[in-house]
């Protein structure tokens, strides 16, 4: 399996003057540059971004300068990276966690509760801290209610209804702790978006004491710009999606099909790998039956038993990492991709209805031909769009990378641990099973290290040194 998939994606086009984060967000105010006679030419000259995976290969907060030393290891690039992520939240004023899951057995249905704590400084909160106990569906209200809300922005994706294919215990320890941090992220997604953080839903997530008041209310009534993405005609075919926005879907297409490959992999792998753990368990306790039938090899046939015995629980834990922390992220930005693709589709319908009033008014056989307001209207709703779907790419874009290097490094770590765990269990087979034993032998027998590692005086040494 590789990761080049993810880490370096195919470079994509690009074209025109402008650079992705150079357009500014409509609520900045317009430029005289952006305005040519009071018209939006929806224009495929619009600038590419940079190549996405060209931005994949700059480390966060300047990252490593060229010439300098890298850390001594992956875990401590890890923890440099955290600390970076520790100081950039010195400038937050919302903080939100979910924990302290709880099941709820009623007569009708039994369910798990987590608690939503929050922590502000905004002035559009009565209080400095809630806290408020929900379920999963109350999560799922409120992304409906932000995408109803908020069509231009890129909503964060809730966790799979079964986040793991084949559980069947959805009250089982593993699964509830892995939603609860995937309902954790989610939240945390929101309160660290400009615009999302301050939906009067979220607002109302945090705080209400009983949820289902709201929810009872009915449908609330949509944003303008959500009505007209929501009823707009369509019959209308799209003339072209500008070259900028056809790049990224094609990204998140290739994207998603990567991250879909590598996660089925992932599963196979970790399915033999169970498999392979159900044979070790059984193949060690042969050794120790053998021995007891032998005493002459009692202690080596010990050893061996100990040794096998050793290396399941390391795979154990190393098989736990993979299905708790490697498996939810790509399955969280595969759903990530679909949910930005969805936000195309609207930016797609909104300008698709803007063409089609212009043709409507160009039809219009008048000597001095007026844009009509609708029209206007609907221009202003595509720069919208299109300027809130480019930053949250770029936002998005961000988030991916830091979360990519911190999983993959963490797993590269988890690994070396793994093998370090059996040439441990190795070593100490090797030397009898007592430590005394094995410092008696290590005197006397240096050079069966090699022949259990392979290589060298080196690789003897950096054994020993583990011990």
Request: net charge negative; hydrophobic share 35%.
């Amino acid at each position: 399996m590789s990761a080049g998939g993810v880490g370096t994606p195919k470079s994509l086009p690009s074209s025109g003057p402008k650079s992705l984060q150079d357009m500014p967000h409509p609520l900045a105010g317009p430029s005289s540059e952006d305005v040519v006679g009071g018209e939006l030419t929806p224009s495929p000259d619009l600038q590419l971004p940079r190549s996405f995976a060209d931005k994949d290969l700059s480390l966060p907060n300047g990252g490593t300068p060229a010439g300098t030393s890298s850390p001594a290891s992956s875990s401590s690039l890890l923890n440099r990276l955290q600390l970076d992520d520790d100081l950039d939240g010195e400038t937050r004023d919302l903080f939100v966690t979910v924990d302290d899951p709880k099941k709820h057995v009623c007569t009708m249905e039994t369910y798990i509760t987590y608690r939503v704590t929050t922590k502000t400084s905004r002035i559009e909160f009565d209080l400095p801290e809630y806290s408020v106990r929900r379920r999963y569906q109350d999560f799922d209200w409120l992304r409906n209610k932000l995408e109803e809300s908020q069509p231009t922005h890129l909503i964060p994706p809730l966790p799979e209804k079964f986040v793991v294919k084949g559980v069947v215990d959805r009250f089982s320890e593993e699964f509830v702790e892995t939603r609860r941090k995937a309902l954790d992220k989610f939240l945390k997604r929101i309160a660290d978006h400009p615009v999302l953080s301050f939906n009067e839903h979220f607002n109302v997530f945090l705080t209400a004491k009983d949820l289902n008041a709201y929810k009872k209310q009915g449908m609330a009534l949509l944003s303008k710009v959500g009505e007209s993405v929501k009823y707009v005609t369509g019959g209308y075919k799209l003339r072209s999606r500008p070259l900028e926005f056809a790049a990224m879907g094609d990204y998140l297409d290739t994207f998603a099909l990567k991250l879909g490959t590598i996660d089925r992999i992932a599963q196979r792998i970790i399915k033999e790998e169970v498999e392979y753990l159900v044979e070790l368990r059984e193949y060690g306790p042969v050794y120790s039956t053998w021995g007891g039938l032998e005493m002459e090899l009692e202690e080596p046939l010990e050893g061996v038993s100990a040794c096998i015995g050793n290396c399941c629980t390391a795979l154990e834990d190393l098989t736990d990492d993979m299905t708790e922390d490697f498996l939810p992220v790509l399955r969280e930005y595969i759903l990530y991709s679909e949910s930005m693709k969805n936000v195309l589709k609207k930016r797609d319908q909104v300008q698709g209805e803007y063409e089609a009033k212009l043709e409507a008014v160009a039809l219009k056989k008048e000597e001095r031909p007026k844009v009509p307001a609708d029209v206007e209207k609907c221009q202003d709703r595509v720069e919208c769009f299109n300027a809130d779907l480019k930053a949250d790419m770029e936002r998005w874009q961000n988030n991916k990378r830091q979360d990519f290097r911190q999983l993959l490094m963490g797993m590269a770590d988890k690994n070396i641990q793994y093998y370090e765990k059996l040439r441990r269990a190795v070593s100490l087979s090797s030397y009898g099973t007592s430590p005394a034993h094995f410092q008696e032998n290590k005197k006397q027998e240096p050079l069966q290290s090699a022949h259990c590692f392979g290589k060298g005086k080196e690789k003897i040494l950096w054994g020993h040194n583990m011990i």
